[in-house]
């Protein structure tokens, strides 16, 4: 079952970047959320969407949001992932798809590699926009579009 706009996002906790427990609880009521879901580090089109989130990543804090990639890369390879593209977002480890899955994200290419999806999330904790798109550089356009209007 996928989550829709209005919809409340699953309280979920995963190893993040730094190799610490991340729990999104701790930022619900503080801050809106872009939480984008990406295959795989270190391929063309996720380094490009990171790089893009990297180099907005200031527009999306003045915006008040945080950003949070996640994928099922392990940590390691989330560590130099993020330090070979100076990431200043938090990356999360979703080693056994249980987020991925909670979020109802769909997969690509008949089922064989995990889909691409961006939800933008009130300090709430509530969906205000979804965009699963192929695409990785209109994620970050379309999230700062719908921040905007928040």
């Not at 610490?20 to 270190?42: C, H, M």
């Amino acid at each position: 079952m996928s989550l829709k706009i209005g919809d409340k996002i699953p309280l979920f906790s995963a190893i993040d970047n730094k190799g610490d427990l991340f729990e999104i609880e701790t930022l619900l009521g503080q801050k809106a959320l872009v939480i984008y879901f990406y295959p795989k580090d270190n391929t063309p089109g996720c380094t490009i969407q990171a790089c893009t989130f990297r180099d907005q990543y200031d527009d999306f804090q003045d915006l008040g949001a945080e950003v949070i990639g996640i994928s099922s890369d392990s940590l390691q390879s989330h560590i130099k992932f993020s330090s070979k593209y100076q990431l200043p977002f938090i990356l999360l480890s979703d080693a056994n798809g249980s987020i991925r899955k909670a979020f109802g994200v769909p997969t690509d290419f008949l089922g064989l590699i995990p889909g691409r999806a961006t939800y933008v999330v009130d300090k709430k904790g509530m969906i205000q926009y979804i965009f699963d798109s192929t695409s990785p550089k209109i994620h970050i356009q379309k999230a700062l579009e719908k921040l905007k209007t928040m």
